[in-house]
């Protein structure tokens, strides 16, 4: 069974950081895409960003680009989202999913697709 | 990267069916096959509904369906119950290997 299992959400201070991270099972993390997608208080998704299966490429929302890292470490099967710099427009329930793909012919290459599993999300408060 | 548009909200009887619109752009929905579709319960994680426009992962009722034209896509759920009452979420690939989620509609059924 595939589960996602999201930590480190808490309160921090605008201007602070913090890491949230993502724990996988059931699957084999390191075949890929993974993504975090949040969600303000009674707000909609947002995509925040993604990573291909070995890291390589990494890719953001263009509100937290400089900001938030991706990462991944296919060895601990983790997934996870260094955040400094933080703004009270970051509060919100942080997602981690699985990002399933589609293969691209013109590029010859795997390309993120849809999110067919996602984790209980893990909340971020930015406050003073 | 601007939200891809939804009604705010859509309602309809039990039994009856109702259709959701997710608007954008030549650069997004318009250009790949694949658009995805959330269902949102309060309090709980996202669940994928269709994918690829109109594909049903495992488990999901066929009474959810999906079509597309030009840049809109939609989201039919016919036969309406109350277990349908949700937000919904379209998400659309808007190239170089980033997603844009819809602004969110609320179903309601009456």
């Known amino acids: 069974e595939v589960q996602l299992a999201e930590s480190g959400g808490g309160w921090v201070q605008p201007g602070g950081s913090l890491r949230l991270s993502c724990a996988a099972s059931?699957?084999?993390?390191?075949?890929?895409?993974m993504t975090w997608v949040r969600q303000a208080p009674g707000k909609g998704l947002e995509w925040v960003a993604n990573?291909?299966?070995?890291?390589?490429?990494?890719y953001y929302v263009d509100s937290v680009k400089g900001r938030f890292t991706i990462s991944r470490d296919n060895a601990k099967n983790s997934l996870y989202l260094h955040m400094n710099s933080l703004r009270v427009e970051d509060t919100a329930v942080y997602y981690c999913?699985?990002?399933?793909?589609?293969?691209?012919?013109?590029?010859?290459?795997?390309?993120?697709?849809?999110?067919?599993?996602w984790g209980r999300g893990t909340l971020v408060t930015v406050s003073s | 990267q601007s939200a891809l548009t939804q009604p705010a909200s859509v309602s309809g009887s039990p039994g009856q069916s109702i259709t959701i619109s997710c608007t954008g752009t030549s650069s997004d929905v318009g250009s790949f096959n694949l658009v995805s579709w959330y269902q949102q319960h309060p309090g709980k994680a996202p669940k994928l509904m269709l994918f690829e426009d109109n594909k049903r992962p495992s488990g999901v009722s066929d009474r959810f369906s999906g079509s597309k034209s030009g840049n809109t896509a939609s989201l039919t759920i016919s036969g309406l119950q109350a277990e349908d009452e949700a937000d919904y979420y379209c998400?659309?690939?808007?190239?170089?290997?980033?997603?844009?989620f819809g602004s969110g509609t609320k179903v309601t059924v009456l």
């Open positions: 998400c659309s690939y808007a190239g170089g290997d980033t997603h844009v």
């Open positions: 990573i291909r299966h070995d890291g390589s490429d990494k």
């Open positions: 999913a699985r990002d399933d793909e589609f293969y691209d012919y013109s590029s010859g290459t795997y390309r993120p697709s849809h999110f067919d599993y």
């Open positions: 059931g699957f084999r993390f390191m075949n890929y895409w």
